[in-house]
């Protein structure tokens, strides 16, 4: 499909902004996201002690309100699915085998499960806070008809990943529907605001935290986060953590990298973790997802001490192998999801979410799936086992990187179809960028987030607690806000 063919969303307000009033704003808007905290460290001059803005799109980006509802309606559903697939130790064994075997770290991460399987697990309860992330795709006719500014299309949505470790956003989601609820009655917009979804995602994780803690009846414990050396999306961690002790100012927080969890973790009697002469009974991962975060086997021998303690881990490493892109791949063949879900209704809604996604393991039909890259590079992503951004292969990069694969190391990767959203055009404001900004095209990313809680026999907590939208310019492949290449967002629902 070329640019042409593409479908372009209306617009939330008509464009272009007059360059007086369009200036103005945009200086206000600017203070605004710092003064609010919609904000982070520059990676390329690091500072602690300064913040700048975030990227952000100057006003919402539209989605069609049923297909984001039904996203909505289906998270609870997806976090069942997730739990079940944590759980089933003979399905992430297989799944993992071959993966494992070539990517040492996911490697590290399954010798770690295996441990604590063999040892026995310490904690049952599990909390699961989860992220699907979904794109429309313009290429599919089903019964939502989606305005647009050119022409009409059908657009549903398809599933990108589903996130179970450092699932960010939860603070600058609803930060960005602030940001811009702000900006459309600066412009004489404030009419729209009642189609922008409310969005309670950083009180909807907290809280999940807190009842996790709870569950431990352990009045004095706290809840620790698991940091990176040097956090530069630092709003979105800090403002979990002050929501905490201003809505529950009896339970403290505290934030230790791996190293850190090294030098002063120690289990207690009953397996219980301390760190110094603190409990910590709740974990809470914001690193641990990437191999830069183990600087040696002090940080892996930490991550080991916290899965054996009796803390509830967010995630635990059986929920942090479940959100594994070769895990997601093996969900998406016909007839694996009856494995766990036994509701007919959810197992076709599920389904419908799923686009193309192929093992590239030559005994699971790898020369085939290798063969349609190599044929049409452009219409497909190549994904490895990593969390983050910035890790994939795109397009006509594609055959480069396959031939320099042995056999062994195409099974840590999976290839997947292409999505090919509608465009929307708009503002894109970043630190340091032209004044006034030209309108450019754009396509985003809708996150829809889960909370859940459970034992491998049952789910006590499971809930939708809120979404994110980022945004990037449509010529670019990665859009990740943190990794420096996308937008704050937030979806303006149309009908």
């Not at 431990?216 to 403002?239: G, K, S, W």
């Not at 490493?317 to 093996?330: F, M, N, P, R």
């Not at 809708?446 to 459970?454: D, H, P, Q």
């Not at 990794?483 to 704050?488: H, N, R, S």
Request: glycine letters at 8%; hydrophobic letters at 40%; a negative charge.
């Amino acid at each position: 499909m070329g640019n042409n063919d593409v479908p372009i969303m209306q617009s939330c307000i008509p464009l272009p902004i007059d360059d007086k009033q369009l200036l103005e704003v945009i200086e206000k808007a600017k203070d605004w996201a710092i003064m609010h905290g919609a904000a982070m460290r520059s990676k390329t001059d690091f500072n602690p002690d300064a913040l700048q803005f975030a990227p952000f799109i100057l006003t919402p980006s539209s989605f069609p309100r049923k297909e984001y509802e039904k996203a909505v309606n289906l998270q609870v559903t997806l976090n069942e699915l997730m739990h079940a697939v944590a759980h089933d130790t003979e399905f992430l064994r297989e799944t993992l085998k071959s993966t494992i075997k070539v990517d040492t770290f996911t490697g590290s991460l399954f010798e770690i499960y295996e441990t604590t399987l063999k040892e026995g697990i310490s904690q049952p309860f599990s909390l699961g806070l989860l992220r699907s992330d979904l794109m429309l795709e313009s290429r599919c006719e089903n019964e939502i008809k989606v305005r647009c500014s050119q022409a009409s299309a059908y657009c549903c949505w398809k599933q990108v990943e589903i996130n179970s470790i450092a699932s960010g956003f939860g603070h600058l989601g609803p930060a960005s529907r602030a940001l811009q609820s702000y900006i459309l009655r600066e412009l004489g917009h404030g009419d729209k605001l009642v189609d922008l979804p409310a969005n309670h995602a950083l009180s909807g994780l907290c809280d999940a935290m807190v009842e996790a803690w709870k569950l431990q009846n352990r009045p004095h414990a706290i809840i620790l986060f698991v940091i990176e050396d040097m956090t530069y999306n630092i709003c979105d961690q800090r403002f979990h953590e002050f929501y905490i002790r201003e809505t529950y100012p009896h339970i403290q927080v505290i934030r230790r990298s791996l190293t850190e969890i090294y030098e002063q973790g120690r289990l207690g009697p009953g397996g219980e973790l301390l760190l110094g002469d603190l409990e910590a009974s709740v974990i809470y991962f914001r690193a641990g997802y990437e191999p830069g975060h183990y600087h040696g086997s002090n940080e892996w021998s930490a991550r080991l001490l916290m899965e054996r303690s009796k803390a509830i881990k967010c995630p635990s490493i059986h929920y942090h192998l479940a959100g594994t892109k070769k895990v997601q791949q093996a969900l998406a063949k016909p007839g694996i999801l009856k494995r766990f879900i036994n509701d007919e209704q959810k197992i076709h809604s599920i389904s419908e979410i799923f686009t193309g996604l192929y093992s590239l393991d030559k005994h699971e039909h790898g020369e085939e799936a290798i063969k349609l890259a190599l044929k049409n590079p452009e219409r497909y992503v190549l994904k490895p086992q990593r969390e983050g951004g910035g890790n994939n292969v795109y397009g006509e990069d594609i055959p480069a990187a396959l031939e320099k694969m042995s056999e062994e190391e195409r099974s840590a990767w999976i290839l997947m179809e292409r999505i090919f959203p509608p465009l929307s055009k708009g503002y894109m404001i970043r630190p340091g960028g032209k004044m006034p900004p030209e309108i450019v095209s754009l396509v985003s990313e809708l996150g829809i987030f889960g909370a859940i809680i459970g034992t491998k026999e049952e789910i006590i907590y499971n809930k939708q607690v809120g979404h994110m939208l980022r945004t990037k310019l449509s010529s670019a492949n990665e859009g990740g806000v943190a990794a420096g290449l996308g937008a704050l967002d937030s979806p303006y629902l149309i009908d």
